[in-house]
Structure formats: structure tokens, C-alpha cells
């Protein structure tokens, strides 16, 4: 493994932040659009700050610091995320709080999709060790808004009383989302998204193809970007090509045909492509560019002028509470249908 390493857009805010760590504050909130490499941003800064002879501030990957950060053996380090993101990164390490946490029986249920507050718990005795080299001791919770109401009181808690020479690094999409007492406790470090040339320079250094359309489909954010275009499918799916082209004409698509194409795919993943849909239809019934579908930019505009706003607003709004059933355990198509065709009546209209 190597160190974690800052994104070239945030080479210089690492920098100017990293160089003010002789009074930094004991506990930061990370926060920015998703998609952009907070966590990257995150990973990298925990490095920096417990690399031993650091370079222009920021890790050099040679100390033996550095070699137990990458190698996920340093014992001024802690995870704290939920069972489900840490089977996903698919690291067993002796940084791993939950490894720490001794939990017995997780084999038997499904990985919590929540930080628990045994996790924060887990971390009292770290606290009450002297760091390994008398330096910094870095905590990295992420997602913030995995913390459950219990697990960020608890957390509150210890950053009412911070343990000496400790920092926490807490990343989040959205700080209104967590507990307001605990964003209190925190100083906020907002990363901004980085500009379409860098961003494109970026993607086409990691081979992806088409990567104009990638980055618009991902609002921007590159590392969304590139994640989209590693998934196999294509930055405008063709099935909504295939929705939109009758609606130009005021006709009702063929919904049982669309719905038994989505079966198989995640509802989350559909709902998502239809959520950005809507944003760009409103935006071209204002008379606005499209925003994630680029390469569709003329059928959309066909539809949305033809389409009455307030529907659109309402089936925009309507289509958000669907996504709160995304993993809802009913049957795909069915719910594929529903949603398709409350989509098409809100185009029509």
C-alpha cells in the first residue's frame, strides 16, 4: 500500500491548513459536494499529520510513520465508520476501530450501515494511551451523517473534553444533516469542487473516455465522475433516451418495456439518473443550460416546454420520496413501473 496522497486540487488548501497545525483546533468538520475526495482529502491529511518529517507540510511517504499509515498498522490512527463502508473498502487493520471494538456476532447479522456508539466507546482506551511517538493522535470519522443520534451525543462528548495531542477529523456531504451541537464543536473546512479543466485533465490521467459527458452526469465532481465510468454503463443511460424521445412529441413512452429493462438495476442507481433529469428539465424550462445530460440537451428542451413547471416541481419532490424507498424490499419492477409513469404524467402535463 501506499500513503494516502492530497488530489491535485487540493494540494495548496492542504497546504495552507497543514501549515497552521502548531494551534490547530482538536476537532474539524470536512465537508463539500460529494463526489470531490473529501475522504481522500481526510485520508491524506491524518498522514500528513502524523508523518514524522513532513515535506512542504505535507506527508513523505518515507518515515516510518508513513509506512504504518499505508501499511494500516499505525497506532495513533483510527477509523471510525460504519460496518457496511469498511466491508466495502474491505480493510482488516489494526487501525480499524471495530476490530478494536471486539464485536462479537457481526458474522450473524448484516454490516450496520451506522456509526454505533460502541465505536466511540471503543475509543476511551486509545485516549488514555500516550501517542505511540509523543506526536499526534488523529481520529478520521466518516460519514458523519452515519452517526446515529446516541453515537454523536457520544462523540459530542469527548470533544467537550478533548483528549491532549488528539485530533478528529470528521467528514461529511452535508453538516445540516448532523447533530447542531456537535457542528458546533468543530471548525469547518469546506472543499470546493475543482474546475471542469482540471477536473477533465484528471479524469483523462485515469484513461476514462468520454469524460466530458462522465464529469456533467456527475455534477462536476470528478471522483463521482470517475466512479460512474468505471461502472460499466454509459454516462447517458439509453433507457432514457428511450423516455424522453415520445414525450418530445406529447406522447406516453412504453413504460412496461422501460420498467422490465430497470428490473435488475439498484432502484437507487434510476432514481438518481431521474433526479438529475428533472434538475435539467426545470433548468431548461427557465431557460437555463442543461446541467448532467448534455448530449440530450435537445430532446430535454423539447420536453420541458412542453411540460407545466409546477408539475415538474411537484414530480421532482415526489420522486425524492422515492428515493427514501430505494432499498425498500418491494418488487423492482413494480416500483420501476409506478415510478415511471408518475415521471411521464408529470412531463405531459
Known sequence: MSTAQFLPWQHQTAQDWLAQRDRFAHAWLIHGMPGIGKLEFASAAAASLLCEAPVDQLACGHCPACTWVASGNHPDLRRVRPEAVAAQESVASAEDDNAAAGEGGSAKRAPSKEIRIDQIRALESWFNTATHRGGWRVA?????????????????????????????????????????????????????????????????????????????????????????AQSGGQACPPWLASLLEPLTRGQAPDIGTLAEGLEKTAPAEWIDTLQRLYTDLMLAAAGAPVRYFPSLARTVEQVASRANSVRLAEGARWLTQQRRLATHPLSPKLFAHATLQRVAHSCLG
Open 140 to 228: 478520521l470519522v466518516y460519514p458523519g451523517e452515519a452517526l446515529n443520534v446516541i453515537s454523536a451525543n457520544a462523540l459530542l462528548k469527548v470533544l467537550e473534553e478533548p483528549p491532549p495531542n488528539t485530533v478528529f477529523l470528521l467528514v461529511a456531504d452535508a453538516p445540516d444533516r448532523l447533530l447542531p451541537t456537535l457542528v458546533s464543536r468543530c471548525r469547518r473546512l469546506p472543499l470546493p469542487a475543482p474546475g471542469p479543466a482540471q477536473s477533465l485533465q484528471w479524469l483523462q490521467e485515469q484513461g476514462v473516455s468520454a469524460a466530458p459527458d462522465w464529469l456533467a452526469a456527475a455534477g462536476g465532481a470528478p471522483l463521482a465522475a470517475l466512479r460512474l
